[in-house]
Structure formats: structure tokens, C-alpha cells
């Protein structure tokens, strides 16, 4: 992939590289093209977590410093690395397809268990499954609501249709559009990762968002909840029972976001076309 992204630049001559929060391709890129432009689109804990190993972030600033433009986008603003030459901290980028979508809320409630289950860490296909499990049995106790559960992963898929037993309970092998679950859903049940969470606040779509994996992680999403200070996205643990999680699905369903979330897109647009 590092061959074809060169000889890619080298047919293309690009103005402007943009590195999607990959520091070694970027570190290769700036090497290789000096003269090249480049963008890094980063995250608030790429450059900023204390949660993390010191020497950890030192390697990562270090690389993603060499960007022309650092473009820090999240859902908290952090202070300016003087590391960087050209650095801006800015609201999430949304996606245009996301911005065009007007919920209309209907019995529907989607689980997003999200891609990346297949050669992960045990712990993380663990949770992937623990996630799903409970969205089964809490949609016995919602028998009014339609629950689907979106795999995106032959292998989480595969277990949890051994488990299918329920009538209001709907299983998707494959990864479906955003649009399509962004569209009816009542509720969605996801990780706290930033990019899901910015998106359903622009929405105004209630959601809960469990907070699993590695110490390094659980601190990252629970910062990210904390961050968006809305009532219509309440954090969850996987230790939570079916019982109590139905409670908290009903509760929630028809919760109204007290302020929508301003996007970064415009922001970003416009340091970008300085360079």
C-alpha cells in the first residue's frame, strides 16, 4: 500500500495531501515529497492524552508535526502544540451525507457494533459480542420496538445468530448505510467513539454509548460523553444487566438534545485553502 500511495503521488503531483491520523505514511510522505503540502487530520487524544504513555505521544506528536497543517477535530478544543508549525483545534468534521439526513423517529432501534471484529484482540471481539448479546435480550423486555443489530462482521454475525430467538429482533451481516439507520431510529446503542457520537448530536438522535476495551480507550470515550454535555447520549457499562438496560432504552427514547452540535467542516475548509 506505502508503494502504491507513492507511485500514486508521483503520477498525481497532488497541491494538497490530506493523512487521515496515520503518522508513519505521513512521516514517508514527508520525506519522500518535501515539497508536497500536507494535511493531518487528527484527534484531540492524538495529541493531547495523559492517559497514555509520555513517550507514546512524544512518537506521535513528533511524526504528525511534520504536517504543513495539523487539523485537530473533536468534541473538545485543546490548546495550541507549539510542536507544529500550523495547528487549529475545531469542532468534529461531519460528513456531508450525515449533515443531509432529517431523523424522523419511528419503533426502530439500531445497535452500531461498528467493523474492525475480524484478526482484533480477544477483549475487543469479547465486548463486540457482549454488546450485541444484551441488545438481544434487552429487545425481549421492548417487545414493542423493532431492535436491529448491525454486525458488519461475518464473525460476530455468525455467534449471534446462534442465539436468534427473538421475533422483534433483526440481525445485519453486513455494514448498512448511515443513512438508512440515521433516518427512522428512535435510539442507538454504540461505542463512544467520537466520530458516531458527533454525528447522533448533530442529529439529535438519543443514543447510549458503552464504554469498553483498554484503559487507554475507556478513558478516551468516557472524556467523550463527558465532552458533549447533552441528556440525549447517556453512557453505559457491559457490566449492566438486560432489566436495567431496557429501562434505560425506554428512558431515553424521545430524550431532545439541549443544543445541536456546530460542526468543524467550514473551519477546516478554509485553513486548508491557505496553505
Not at 80 to 98: A, K, L, P, V, W
Not at 121 to 134: A, V
Not at 245 to 251: L, R, T, W, Y
Amino acid at each position: 500500500m506505502g508503494v502504491y500511495i507513492h507511485n500514486t503521488i508521483k503520477d498525481f503531483i497532488p497541491d494538497v495531501i490530506v493523512v487521515d491520523g496515520e503518522p508513519l505514511i505521513l512521516q514517508s510522505i514527508k520525506v519522500s515529497h518535501p515539497n508536497t503540502k500536507v494535511v493531518a487530520l487528527l484527534n484531540p487524544t492524538d495529541v493531547d492524552n495523559p492517559s497514555n504513555d509520555k513517550e507514546a505521544m512524544d512518537f506521535f506528536n513528533a511524526l504528525y508535526s511534520l504536517s504543513d497543517l495539523a487539523i485537530v477535530h473533536g468534541l473538545r478544543i485543546i490548546e495550541r502544540d507549539r510542536r507544529y508549525n500550523n495547528f487549529i483545534s475545531i469542532n468534529t468534521i461531519i460528513r456531508q451525507e450525515i449533515m443531509a439526513i432529517k431523523n424522523i423517529p419511528t419503533n426502530n432501534i439500531y445497535c452500531i457494533l461498528g467493523g474492525g471484529t475480524v484478526n482484533v484482540g480477544q477483549q475487543f471481539e469479547d465486548s463486540t459480542l457482549r454488546i450485541g448479546e444484551l441488545c438481544q435480550k434487552m429487545a425481549l423486555l421492548l417487545p414493542k420496538y423493532n431492535m436491529h443489530i448491525i454486525c458488519s462482521s461475518q464473525n460476530i454475525f455468525s455467534v449471534l445468530n446462534d442465539n436468534q430467538y427473538y421475533a422483534n429482533v433483526q440481525l445485519h451481516e453486513d455494514i448498512i448505510s448511515a443513512e438508512k439507520y440515521y433516518h427512522d431510529a428512535c435510539l442507538v446503542i454504540t461505542r463512544s467513539g467520537r466520530n458516531t457520537l458527533s454525528e447522533l448530536a448533530y442529529l439529535g438522535i438519543p443514543a447510549i454509548s458503552f464504554v469498553s476495551g483498554c484503559a487507554y480507550r475507556r478513558v478516551e470515550q468516557t472524556n467523550n460523553i463527558n465532552d458533549l454535555r447533552t441528556p440525549a447520549i447517556m453512557s453505559a457499562s457491559l457490566d449492566i444487566t438486560p432489566s436495567f438496560f431496557a429501562e434505560c432504552c425506554h428512558k431515553m427514547i424521545g430524550t431532545k438534545a439541549d443544543n445541536i452540535l456546530q460542526y468543524g467542516n467550514d473551519e477546516a475548509i478554509k485553513h486548508i485553502l491557505r496553505l
